[in-house]
């Protein structure tokens, strides 16, 4: 009975170990550059203000999706919730929160498509004669204009972005082991 349990042990403990991408909650790597830990941290700061600005009129977020023109009823209220919740996952590797690994790339990747996604609607709502009073970067909170300022700022914010995501790069290089 010992040693079946120890096998049944052995043979568990190997399958964890394996598969500790996904389960294993990690503390966040040593930065590559010390600057990039402050890049984050004003990064998650201004995307915490972002956030607070859309959930405290949360009611009319959608209304002021809609109103910059790319979307229906029905899809302003889906991308006004993804919106939020892409804001909410970009901030734990931000932050530098204990996750595992799985879980930082995702998080690393959600301010990525968030400040895509902002970008691409400052460059379209300044190409196109789509007059907005609302940019809804603060939601329905604080009404901020539609400008060329909108470019800059997330241009500007995806250099700290990827500042940050490659000092903070979560995955490690193989390490070059020969054979002998």
């Known amino acids: 009975m010992f040693k079946i349990t120890t ?11 394996s598969m500790s991408i996904f389960v294993k909650s990690t503390e966040a790597k040593k930065p590559k550059i010390e600057s990039s830990k402050w890049a984050a941290l004003l990064l998650a700061a201004i995307l915490i203000i972002m956030l607070v600005g859309q959930l405290f009129t949360y009611e009319k977020f959608p209304e002021t999706i809609k109103d910059l023109g790319f979307f ?3 899809w302003s209220h889906v991308v006004a919730a993804l919106i939020v919740i892409f804001e ?5 590797f931000l932050l530098r929160m204990r996750l595992s690994p799985l879980a ?17 609607s400052a460059l379209f709502l300044n190409t196109t004669l789509n007059i907005s009073d609302n940019s809804s970067v603060l939601g329905a909170t604080v009404p901020v204009p539609v400008g ?16 940050a995501s490659y000092g903070l790069w979560p995955l490690q290089k193989p390490s070059k082991t020969s054979k002998k």
């Open 7 to 17: 096998l049944l042990f052995e043979r568990s403990e190997r399958y964890t170990t």
């Open 72 to 74: 229906s009823e029905g």
């Open 88 to 92: 909410l996952a970009a901030l734990p």
């Open 104 to 120: 930082r790339i995702c998080s690393m990747f959600a301010g990525w498509l968030l400040l895509m996604f902002w970008l691409i």
């Open 148 to 163: 060329a300022w909108m470019i800059t700022f997330f241009m500007a914010l995806g250099v700290l972005d990827g500042w």
